[in-house]
T-cell receptor, first 113, second 109 residues
Framework: DTEVTQTPKHLVMGMTNKKSLKCEQH?????MYWYKQKAKKPPELMFV???????INESVPSRFSPECPNSSLLNLHLHALQPEDSALYLC????????????FGPGTRLTVT | ELKVEQNPLFLSMQEGKNYTIYCNYS?????LYWYRQDPGKSLESLFV?????AVKQEGRLMASLDTKARLSTLHITAAVHDLSATYFC?????????FGTGTSLTVIP
């Protein structure tokens, strides 16, 4: 199984809502990532988990809260988002942190109204 | 801050022609990756280059890495319409991972 899955595919939320994005992989990878991608821009790294511990937080606002319940799952909890947070959120995994090829999920397209 | 620049940003080329996309980066690294992204889709890994002088080929695409020049190239041979997509290079330094600015490629019949 070489797939990274993400749910939901699309999400529309108001600025006062709380929602979560989910990501799952069954490749035995020990590093997982969250990226944000705005239209026609490159992905921007948000968080890196290595062996279920947060290893990189690229100065992301606290309204984004990552969680790694186990080595196969990665969540991104969203609260009090702004319209400018609307983007494609991509999850990825790799065998170990950063120095290995990353496999990307299909993404969640988030719209904040 | 690590900077990763690609050129050109936009490329329109005719089927059957050859062209090269360049990826320059601003700090020492010997690990570079190329990804493809179709509109509205996720990223697909194309090449992983892990040492100076590394060259990899898959079909009509060939990637190379010169770590001394901090330069990677993605060469397209005899382009076909199916290659139309956005191509990103990405560099990691062990504690930073940045994508390049992207090159939007359109192959015209």
């Amino acid at each position: 199984d070489t797939e990274v899955t993400q749910t939901p595919k699309h999400l529309v939320m108001g600025m006062t809502n709380k929602k979560s994005l989910k990501c799952e992989q069954h490749m035995g990878h020990r590093a997982m990532y969250w990226y944000k991608q705005k239209a026609k821009k490159p992905p921007e790294l948000m968080f890196v988990y290595s062996y279920e511990k947060l290893s990189i937080n690229e100065s992301v606002p606290s309204r984004f809260s990552p969680e790694c319940p186990n080595s196969s799952l990665l969540n991104l909890h969203l609260h009090a988002l702004q319209p400018e947070d609307s983007a494609l959120y991509l999850c990825a995994s790799s065998q170990h942190s950063l120095v290995y090829e990353q496999y990307f999920g299909p993404g969640t397209r988030l719209t904040v109204t | 801050e690590l900077k990763v620049e690609q050129n050109p940003l936009f490329l329109s080329m005719q089927e059957g022609k050859n062209y090269t996309i360049y990826c320059n980066y601003s700090t020492t690294s010997d690990r570079l990756y190329w990804y493809r992204q179709d509109p509205g889709k996720s990223l697909e890994s194309l090449f992983v280059l892990l040492s100076n002088g590394a060259v990899k080929q898959e079909g009509r695409l060939m990637a190379s890495l010169d770590t001394k020049a901090r330069l990677s190239t993605l060469h397209i041979t005899a382009a076909v319409h199916d290659l139309s997509a956005t191509y990103f290079c990405a560099v990691d330094t062990g504690n930073q991972f940045y994508f390049g600015t992207g090159t939007s490629l359109t192959v015209i019949p």
